[in-house]
């Protein structure tokens, strides 16, 4: 089925953490859910190829630009890298002036899994929705390579940094750290087994899916 209906995302705020996935993920449900879509962080994100991107702190802005375009990016222009910061415009607010707003509420180096710091992730108080990604190519991989902030996990899963990422390992260290509502296993056009075993295994609602292929199912 298609992502925006297996992860069931509705209208409001939904927030998308984890790793393996998330940003491409945001675009794919831009694209798939009706009406119009703000795209934001809580913690920094690159522009969206091809939307429009509202810097501006005044709602009038956002409101003018998601008139013109259903789908528009918003954050604060202030990382020298070209990355976006959250937004000045509180995520309520964007609430109130579009009928998705979907956030990138952590970081993850572009690797394919991670822990979270006690800091992270920075989840909107307003979220109806918390989806966490995993990607599926760093299953059976050592935690030191494919894991971002991999003496945490270690920590959480009991394992060492040498150790291969399975599949077992990792659905402990996520159930220790019980984050979110439902998960996506991403990148099952690239490991379809580990992947599947990987959402069995998961405490909450998984899916293993492709964000490419822009389907996701449960095992």
Known sequence: MKLAEALGVGPGVTSVI?????????????????????LTTTTHILPFEGVPLVTSTDPGAVAEALAASRVVCVGSQAEKNGKLVAPELGIDTLADLADHVLVEADGARRLPLKAHAAWEPVIPACSGRTIVVFGASGLGRPVRDVVHRPEIFCELAGCAPEDAATPELVAR???????????????????????????????????????????????
């Open 18 to 38: 984890g790793s393996g996935g998330k940003t491409s993920l945001l675009a794919a449900l831009a694209r798939e859910l009706p009406g119009t879509v703000v």
């Open 173 to 219: 260290a996520a159930g220790a750290e019980a984050l979110s509502d439902v998960a996506l296993v991403n990148q099952a056009d690239v490991a379809p087994d580990a992947a599947c075993e990987l959402a069995v295994l998961l405490a909450t609602p998984a899916f293993a899916g492709s964000v490419r292929a822009g389907h996701a199912r449960r095992p």
